[in-house]
């Protein structure tokens, strides 16, 4: 039978490790299919051409994703589709927090590692 995960974010330490400023919460360990996690960017250009498809949810700060000459500002509550080979730059002047899921997992270099994270049990 599958287990429900609970991830508290308290449980969880925000801070960027070598693995760069993701935190692949839901990764290849826990799915075979999706990848999820919560990113943290700040002062940073990241390049990047997205393997996988993903939807990005701003919690917090604002991400700027440029697309060769188009630029999407996203802000608190907005949410972003990338669809699979899409060459951009993930943006970010000041501190911004989203939630990010990717599919395939196996696309994702940081969700297609096996890495546990500590949940909390059922009540």
């Known amino acids: 039978m599958p287990k429900v995960k609970h991830f ?9 490790t070598e693995d760069g ?5 839901v990764n290849a360990g826990y799915s075979a299919e999706l990848g999820a996690g919560i990113g943290v960017f700040e002062n940073c250009a990241i390049p990047w051409t997205v393997t996988y498809d993903e939807v990005l949810f701003i919690k ?3 991400l700027d994703l440029r697309v060769g000459k188009k630029l999407y500002r996203a ?3 907005d949410i ?4 699979a080979g ?3 730059v993930y943006e970010a002047k ?3 927090t989203f939630f990010y899921a990717v599919h395939p997992v196996s696309k994702s270099p940081s969700s297609g590692l ?3 994270y500590r949940t909390t049990p059922p009540k």
Do not use: E, F, N
């Open 75 to 77: 802000g608190p509550g």
């Open 60 to 62: 917090d700060g604002r």
């Open 8 to 16: 508290s974010i308290g449980d969880l330490d925000m801070k960027p």
């Open 94 to 96: 000041k501190k911004v």
């Open 21 to 25: 400023p993701v935190h692949a919460v």
């Open 86 to 88: 899409t060459a951009l």
């Open 114 to 116: 096996k890495k546990k």
């Open 80 to 83: 972003l589709w990338i669809p």
